[in-house]
């Protein structure tokens, strides 16, 4: 494991660390709430992040590589048009994280029918975690400390507004 860590933590492999991080939070954070809601009688919650994950991560591949093909086929990079990349990935990678905060509020917000003061505050602290989940999976794609930054608070706001 020595070996495998040395290498994976190496600088030339900071992009697979990155999705390598996204995808075990990810994995993490879906087995801590079904640990959580479980006990509850609400482990559908949790069952209803994951699809939503299975869509998140593959509508954030997909859309991911066709902006990537967009970029090369417009020559547009960030030497030469640094304008035009950073914005596209901003509007894309802001796009795609609103998506998901929607999608958590509107999950949120089905869940906490009929559900105590206390659960409510619960499962809406798990969607809070959600989109920084999902901001880091984000951030894994579209790298840079401007992406991250802009999409964490990105996705707490249009979360919050969402769910009011």
Known sequence: MGEFSKWLLHEDQK???????????????LGLIALLFWPLGRATLAFRFAKGYWYFWTVLIATFSLLVLVQRIFRIDLYSHSDAYVISGLAVSGFQHMGWSAFAALVVSNSVVNAPVWVMIIMYAVGVVSSYVASVIVGAFYLGSLYRMVNLVLGFVSFVVFSV
């Open 15 to 29: 992009e697979i660390f990155d999705y390598l991080f996204a995808l075990v939070l990810n994995v993490v954070f």
